[in-house]
T-cell receptor, first 114, second 113 residues
Framework: GENVEQHPSTLSVQEGDSAVIKCTYS??????FPWYKQELGKRPQLIID?????GEKKDQRIAVTLNKTAKHFSLHITETQPEDSAVYFC?????????????FGTGTRLTIIP | EAQVTQNPRYLITVTGKKLTVTCSQN?????MSWYRQDPGLGLRQIYY???????DKGDVPEGYKVSRKEKRNFPLILESPSPNQTSLYFC????????????FGSGTRLTVV
């Protein structure tokens, strides 16, 4: 089955700096890669996703890049703010009959230092 | 308001006492799933359901049961809970199988003593 590795497990950055979280996946058939943000004591929420036919996607200060050859994808947060402090999860899935599972990474705890 | 509702939010129980965690969504989503979240292990899938009467095992199904008799409801059943099932549980739903964002419930923190 799919295996998703996420690094780093913790990350601290100064407010205003950029943060990058990286994930690798094992199954080359994976074609959907969402990112979720979980604030302390709350539920995970989808913040951005990318499909395998796209190499990069941006949404304001957040961007995701995908390298299918190397089987890795990354989350980039620019101009970080205190409200970006949270745990971030990457995930990967294969959209095909019989493989309807979304596999998550182990999470990155991002702390923004004021 | 579109939402996934889980109950209860907190539960402390004793080993071996059967329990059910309910999950209901009001978005007419076809796909529903249960995850458990443990420190350092992320979110691991327990069971999922593609639609009514269609369920399948995730990565950690041992000790759990589910049913999908109605589209909106997807209860998680622990027939004989054990301490290693102490965890934070999330129900999630999606419009269709995958490639659509999940909407998560607010979570159930279960402690088995």
């Amino acid at each position: 089955g799919e295996n998703v590795e996420q690094h780093p497990s913790t990350l601290s950055v100064q407010e205003g700096d950029s943060a990058v979280i990286k994930c690798t996946y094992s199954d080359s058939a994976s074609n959907y890669f969402p990112w979720y943000k979980q604030e302390l004591g709350k539920r995970p929420q989808l913040i951005i996703d990318i499909r395998s036919n796209v190499g990069e996607k941006k949404d304001q200060r957040i961007a995701v890049t995908l390298n299918k050859t190397a089987k890795h994808f990354s989350l980039h947060i620019t101009e970080t703010q205190p409200e970006d402090s949270a745990v971030y999860f990457c995930a990967a899935s294969i959209d095909s009959f019989g493989n309807e599972k979304l596999t998550f990474g182990t999470g990155t705890r991002l702390t923004i230092i004021p | 308001e579109a939402q996934v509702t889980q109950n209860p939010r907190y539960l402390i129980t004793v080993t071996g006492k059967k329990l059910t965690v309910t999950c209901s969504q009001n978005m007419n989503h076809e796909y529903m799933s249960w995850y458990r979240q443990d420190p350092g292990l992320g979110l691991r899938q327990i069971y999922y359901s593609m639609n009514v009467e269609v369920t399948d095992k995730g990565d950690v199904p041992e000790g759990y049961k589910v049913s999908r008799k109605e589209k909106r409801n997807f209860p998680l059943i622990l027939e004989s809970p054990s301490p290693n099932q102490t965890s934070l549980y999330f129900c999630a739903s999606s419009l269709r199988a995958l490639n659509y964002g999940y909407t998560f419930g607010s979570g159930t923190r279960l402690t088995v003593v």
